[in-house]
Antibody
């Protein structure tokens, strides 16, 4: 069974840092495209970043230079290092798998999300 | 960057009625890369439709997707009580991904 479990969220001051983790089971992270999507309180979904199986990485403009996506193959885990955090980064952060093998080309599995609150 | 605009923002219907949700793109989107998701309060989004018209695993056949180019539609043929939720369209293009702002489907 495919499962994604995020952790690492919490309260952080503006300018601070936080690292989110997404532990995967039921599939191999480094053989798939893995992404972070966030949702500010009461707002819609916003794509944040993606890491392809081959290692290519992309970010939404608003987090470039501040956020870094990475993975640990030995732990089958995806990460999001968030630096220089701003109030507008406050959101629930979901990790999601972008399915390509079956021709689906969509986010087919999602974690339950972890809340990041940036406030003084 | 492709911007997706969903309409209406809120749709008020009764169980048993037909729902039609629209997603319009600022540039042409390859149909293979257009998906729809359902999100209920406190839950993660769930994939409903991929490739503009293909139902994901386990999705009832009352859900259908259509469209091409810049105009896409999600139709729910007969609303069930569990279908009242927020729906998002999403596209991929040029290594960037984006979501529409969502349509809230509420009980009338």
């Amino acid at each position: 069974e495919v499962q994604l479990v995020e952790s690492g969220g919490g309260l952080v001051q503006p300018g601070g840092s936080l690292r989110l983790s997404c532990a995967a089971s039921g599939f191999i992270v480094n053989s798939n495209y893995m992404s972070w999507v966030r949702q500010a309180p009461g707002k819609g979904l916003e794509w944040v970043s993606i890491m392809y199986s081959g290692g290519s990485i992309y970010y939404v403009d608003s987090v470039k230079g501040r956020f870094t996506i990475s993975r640990d193959n030995s732990k089958n885990t995806l990460y999001l290092q968030m630096n220089s955090l701003r109030a507008e980064d406050t959101a629930v952060y979901y990790c999601a798998r972008w399915e390509t093998y079956s021709g689906t080309y969509a986010f087919d599995y999602w974690g339950q999300g972890t809340l990041v609150t940036v406030s003084s | 960057e492709i911007v997706l605009t969903q309409s209406p923002g809120t749709l008020s219907l009764s169980p048993g009625e037909r729902a039609t949700l629209s997603c319009r793109a600022s540039q042409s989107v390859k149909s293979s890369y257009l998906a729809w998701y359902q999100q209920k309060p406190g839950q993660a989004p769930r994939l409903l439709i991929y490739g503009a018209s293909n139902r994901a695993t386990g999705i009832p056949d009352r859900f259908s997707g259509s469209g091409s180019g810049t105009d896409f539609t999600l139709t729910i043929s007969r609303l069930e009580p569990e279908d009242f939720a927020v729906y998002y369209c999403q596209q991929y293009g040029s290594s960037l991904y984006s979501f529409g702002q969502g349509t809230k489907l509420e009980i009338k």
